[in-house]
């Protein structure tokens, strides 16, 4: 009888003594960022994604979720989506009167950190994970992805001190790169190479014959063209016969998710960009 009393007194303490089981908030979440999207993926927020970026391709179970224009919002379709969550970035600031609206209707409204080098990429893994609980799983994935890079950073810096590298994001004519400050900069440092335009700070653009000047060995670009098409084009600006890397045909083109995006993938890119610089040797 004492045992079947403990029971029912258990039972009352679970259900609030009203018959209904007290129900854990489901989320449903937004991320109008790839790189959001992708560290909410890893920590296994997949079915509470409702929508995401127009530009979100990773993975490729966002396909089938509801699209939103991240530079263009729209209020009433978000609305009408019914998100508890949205998960946005910081350079979104042309974005913040509607991202207010929405919080003042309610709804949670995340702004990460713009994350621009290792470090930062972390605090925004710290941010994500905290907003949706899952601190454990944030701190599990920062460290598989510091013992990914470290592994890295390990087999290749040493094969790759010195290495003059210009990363094109644009381009020409006009041409744009990051410098001092940004995630690509950060990158090549840590492999021991050299960020030609490291005396820069942010993303600027850049001319012909500043890029001449400073005679990068290898010139990588974030394009959709083929490493012969780009080499191609890169050969016709005028002056860059000279140029080390046109030269020695160390022209690459590189998949840009991989190595822009901080999350989850970023030592896959980060050995990309090794090899890419490598292969220039």
């Given amino acids: 009888m004492k045992r079947i009393i403990i029971l029912l007194i258990t039972l009352c303490v679970l259900t609030g003594c009203n018959g209904q ?3 854990v908030k489901e989320e449903r979440i937004i991320s109008l960022m790839p790189s959001n999207t992708e560290i909410l993926y890893a920590l296994g927020m997949e079915e509470e994604m409702i929508g995401v970026s127009t530009v979100d391709d990773y993975p490729k179970e966002v396909k089938n979720l509801e699209k939103f224009d991240a530079m263009q919002l729209n209020y009433e379709a978000l609305l009408k989506a019914k998100p508890t969550i949205i998960f946005a970035h910081e350079s979104m600031t042309s974005q913040e009167k509607v991202l207010k609206r929405l919080s003042d209707k309610g709804i949670t ?18 941010q994500i994970g905290k907003a949706i609980h899952k601190e454990k799983e944030a701190n599990q994935l920062e460290a ?138």
């Fill in 21 to 23: 089981t007290n129900k």
């Fill in 109 to 126: 409204v995340v702004t990460v950190k713009d994350a621009q080098n290792f470090d930062e990429m972390y605090t925004s893994i710290d």
């Fill in 144 to 281: 598989k992805i510091k013992e990914d890079i470290k592994q890295v950073i390990a087999e290749y810096h040493n094969k790759l001190a010195d290495k003059k590298v210009l990363v094109e994001v644009s381009p020409a004519p006009e041409i744009y790169t990051g410098g001092k400050g940004t995630l690509f900069d950060d990158m090549i440092h840590q492999l021991g190479s050299v960020n030609v335009f490291h005396d820069i700070n942010g993303w600027q653009p850049v001319n012909s014959e500043a890029i001449i000047k400073r005679n990068p060995d290898v010139i990588i670009a974030t394009s959709d063209l083929s490493d012969e098409a780009y080499k191609a084009s890169v050969e016709k600006r005028g002056g860059f016969s000279n140029v080390n890397a046109v030269k020695h045909g160390a022209v690459y083109t590189i998949h840009e998710d991989e190595i822009s995006r901080p999350g989850p993938r970023i030592a896959q890119g980060l050995k990309e960009l090794a090899e890419t610089i490598q292969d220039a040797q």
